[in-house]
């Protein structure tokens, strides 16, 4: 697995809501030399290139883990129960995907999921 750091003051900018995504040509040769069955992603101050599939995965995780709390809080048992289910767009660098659940009664329920750190799995 490769990865290659932010640079301090990519750092500071992301931190203070600045325009940090401009990158060094070093950090563009290594999003632009991805391998097709890879994605880079955001982690820890670093761009990380990742398995498709690998990040995949570790989606579907927080997305389920979302969705079952999200259920279990609108004390649903089944999935008729289930009127739609909407899911954020996650942020450069989030931890957590959240869910906001609807059951055919017209209630709604907003749960998050972890995202697993995908070097770990």
Do not use: Y
Request: include cysteine; proline fraction near 5%; charge should be negative.
């Amino acid at each position: 697995m490769n990865q290659i750091p932010l640079t301090e003051d990519q750092v500071a900018c992301m931190a203070s809501d600045g325009d940090w995504l401009k990158l060094t040509p070093e950090q563009e040769q290594f999003v632009l030399g991805c391998p097709r069955d890879h994605v880079v992603m955001l982690l820890d101050n670093m761009l990380v290139r990742i398995e498709g599939n690998r990040a995949a995965s570790v989606m579907a995780s927080a997305f389920g883990t979302a969705c079952e709390a999200a259920a279990k809080t609108l004390g649903l048992t089944r999935n008729e129960q289930v009127a739609d289910i909407a899911c954020d767009t996650p942020s450069l660098g989030a931890r957590f995907l959240r869910v906001t659940m609807r059951d055919v009664a017209g209630r709604e329920a907003s749960a998050i999921g972890m995202i697993p750190d995908p070097r770990a799995h």
